[in-house]
Every structure is written in C-alpha cells, then in structure tokens.
C-alpha cells in the first residue's frame, strides 16, 4: 500500500513538472495569452528607438534643434503609448490568473523553499506583486520565482485544481446581490456598477486584484448577461 501510495505521489510530481516545462515564462505569458487584437496592436506599436529612426528628417531641410526635438516628442509619445499597451496586457494576465482562466506554476522561496514547482493558488494574485522582468511574484510573506503559466482548458494533462476560495467567488456574490437588490444594475454605465460592486466587497482597486473596472464588467456581464435596452 504504500509504494502505491508512493507511486502516485510520484506520478503527480510527474505531470506537474510536465505542464511547468510545457508553461510560458510570466514575463513573456502577457504577450502569448493576450487577445489576437492586443497582439496585433503590441506588434505595430513601435518603440522609442524604432519611432526615433523613422521620424529623423533632413537637416538641411528644417531648422535643426526643431527637427530633433519633434522627433524626439514623436519617439516619447510612442512609447508611452507601447508602455499603456503592455500594462494593459499584463493587468489582462493577473486578472485571468485572478479568475482561474489561467494558472501559474512557481518554485516557491518563501516561507519555506520547494525543490519542484508549486501550484499558485487564484486568490494569491488578489495583491500580489509581480516583477516582469525577474518572474517573481510575492504577496504577503511569500515569494515564487520562475512563475510560468499555462491554460488549464488547453492542455491534454489533468490540471491540480485550484480551490475556489478567493475574491472571485466574492466577487461574484457581490454581483448576484446586487442585482436582486437592483433589477436596473447591470443596465447602469459601468463605472458605476464597477464602483457598487467595490464597495459591496469593501475593496478598493490595487493593480492587479480582480477589482478593474475591466475585470468586473467581465463578471457584470458574464453573470448578469448584456444591458437590457427598455421599449
């Protein structure tokens, strides 16, 4: 009984490090799990270098320090431009962490070190703080480093499950309440639903908690269905 016992453990051990070495590095994840519109719009965003290039005129054209700063305004202007972009990619990456449409794999360093990788629960991206460049991602006295994810919905392999105790069954609750307290509240601007569904929670939006207007009009929409137009 307890080589079997044994065994299993072994062979879970297994599938988890195959779905960690099939997963996408976070630090790439909010590119590769992006919308084809995010895609397409991140590959003709051109950065600062690349706007700078393509912006240089004649000098002999115009007058010199105006050329130069115009295309120097022009390379900043893009990107700032590309930064929004990314940023608005990777706030889509945590709140589908967030929601459990995506799950990532992380070598856990604290409070206690793992040797393999370790499944990150859906609520621990609730106030997370991730650094792109490094893979990290920490939260109240934890720390995972090489996080990668991949799609649980994608992949041939069974995926651990995830416990559904986070702020998105929260949320939804929220969303449901506040709809039978108010039979208009899914046809309100959605700045406003947003707002009522943050304070019902009693939460504030931090980047990357599930609390965007974004994420929730998601949840406004995926529970109460689209705006109801009276005849």
Same mark, same amino acid.
């Given at each position: ?11 879970a051990q297994k599938s988890k490090l195959d779905l960690y070495d099939n997963a996408v590095p976070i630090n790439e994840a909010w590119e590769t799990f992006a ?12 950065? *600062? ?25 022009a390379a900043m202007s893009a990107k700032r431009s590309r930064d929004a972009l990314i940023s608005e990619m990777q706030d889509c ?31 621990? *991206?609730? *106030? ?104």
């Amino acid at each position: 009984m307890l080589n079997l016992l044994l065994e299993l453990g072994q062979m879970a051990q297994k599938s988890k490090l195959d779905l960690y070495d099939n997963a996408v590095p976070i630090n790439e994840a909010w590119e590769t799990f992006a919308t084809p519109e995010q895609r397409t719009a991140f590959a003709d965003a051109k950065g *600062f270098p690349e706007t700078l290039e393509s912006s240089a005129q004649p000098a002999a054209a115009r007058n010199v320090v105006m050329a130069m700063l115009e295309t120097f305004n022009a390379a900043m202007s893009a990107k700032r431009s590309r930064d929004a972009l990314i940023s608005e990619m990777q706030d889509c990456l945590l709140d589908a962490l967030f929601n459990s449409d995506l799950v990532a794999l992380g070598i856990r360093q604290r409070p206690s070190k793992s040797h393999y990788p370790a499944e990150i629960a859906s609520d621990f *991206f609730d *106030f997370a703080e991730t650094n792109w460049a490094q893979s990290t991602v920490q939260s109240e006295g934890k720390l995972y480093s090489n996080v990668r994810v991949y799609d649980p919905h994608a992949t041939t392999m069974a995926a651990p499950p995830v416990p559904d105790k986070g702020s998105k069954s929260a949320i939804d609750r929220a969303i449901k309440e506040l709809d039978l307290e108010n039979p208009e509240f899914s046809n309100l601007p959605r700045k406003i639903s947003c707002k009522m569904v943050r304070d019902k929670i009693g939460k504030s939006e931090i980047r990357g908690n599930g609390l965007s207007d974004q994420n929730l009009a998601k949840r406004i929409v995926a529970i109460c269905g689209v705006r109801r137009i009276a005849i």
